[in-house]
């Protein structure tokens, strides 16, 4: 198997700035979110996923797909969030094996709450310092690599 070509200066730079930003601003937002709202930015997505769903409760593997997490990573997360009131599981109408995941009124009550502090937040630290150009860069960047994706699997 031969080497893979080394990245010049250019590709590092585009690489390893992404990949810096990305965890940066995570940590950012989960601190914010962690003391303005007592959830982290994980309980976050759980919980506006579910609130954005038009249906209500979601099949674990619907919920798995729209957060692109692995399997595993998502049921030790609402095991935790059960564990604090946010979510429950119930059983799912449409199949008796499998399960639905839902908002407790406590979890509706955390998000409703978060929302627009995790809004303002998300504007202030990323959105307002990018011109209009390069947020739609950054779009048609995203939707490239995105694209490129589609055909690959998620495996667990």
């Known amino acids: 198997m031969s080497e893979p070509e080394r990245l010049n200066a250019r590709e590092q730079r585009a690489w390893f ?59 030790h997360q609402i095991s935790r969030m059960i564990r604090r009131g946010l979510v429950e599981r119930q059983s799912c109408t449409e199949d008796r094996r499998g399960t639905d995941v839902a908002l ?28 209009p150009r390069q947020l739609d860069t950054l779009a048609v960047v995203s939707e490239a690599v995105l694209d490129n994706l589609e055909d690959e699997p998620l495996e667990d």
């Open 104 to 131: 407790t009124e406590e979890g509706r009550s955390v998000i409703d709450r978060a929302t627009p502090l995790h809004l303002r937040y998300v504007r202030q630290l990323f959105l307002d310092v990018l011109s």
């Open 17 to 75: 700035g992404f990949l810096t930003m990305q965890e940066d601003v995570r940590r950012h937002l989960n601190r914010q979110l962690l003391r303005e709202a007592g959830i982290s930015l994980a309980d976050f997505a759980v919980l506006s996923t579910l609130r954005r769903a038009p249906d209500g409760p979601m099949r674990v593997f619907e919920l798995r797909e729209a957060l692109r997490w692995e399997k595993t990573r998502l049921i």
